[in-house]
Nanobody, 119 residues
Framework: QVQLVESGGGLVQAGGSLRLSCAAS????????MGWYRQAPGKEREWVAGTSGSSTNYADSVKGRFTISRDNAKNTVYLQMNSLKPEDTAVYYCNAAVAYTTGFLREHWGQGTQVTVSP
């Protein structure tokens, strides 16, 4: 069973920065894509950023402020969030597409980490 453990959330003032981490552990063959989603109170979960290792993509709302990176040796993905705005307040979830030796591909989610940006 694969586990994704997130860390780095917290409370920050507008304009500040936070760095989220998500480490994958367990038995698997490889991790294909990794990414971040977020869900604000009363809203649908939305995609924030993703990386396949060779490319990165961002939602328009965070482009230029957030940076996703990945350490394949540690099976860890990071999200550096700069110039934070109150509208970035949400629970942030890590997501990974994991490949198993059987060839089976499965999507996994972290437990979520709260990010709160005060005005």
């Amino acid at each position: 069973q694969v586990q994704l453990v997130e860390s780095g959330g917290g409370l920050v003032q507008a304009g500040g920065s936070l760095r989220l981490s998500c480490a994958a552990s367990g038995r698997f063959f490889s991790i294909n894509t990794m990414g971040w989603y977020r869900q604000a109170p009363g809203k649908e979960r939305e995609w924030v950023a993703g990386t396949s290792g060779s490319s990165t993509n961002y939602a328009d709302s965070v482009k230029g402020r957030f940076t996703i990176s990945r350490d394949n040796a540690k099976n860890t993905v990071y999200l550096q969030m700069n110039s934070l705005k109150p509208e970035d307040t949400a629970v942030y979830y890590c997501n990974a597409a994991v490949a198993y030796t059987t060839g089976f591909l499965r999507e996994h989610w972290g437990q979520g980490t709260q990010v709160t940006v005060s005005p």
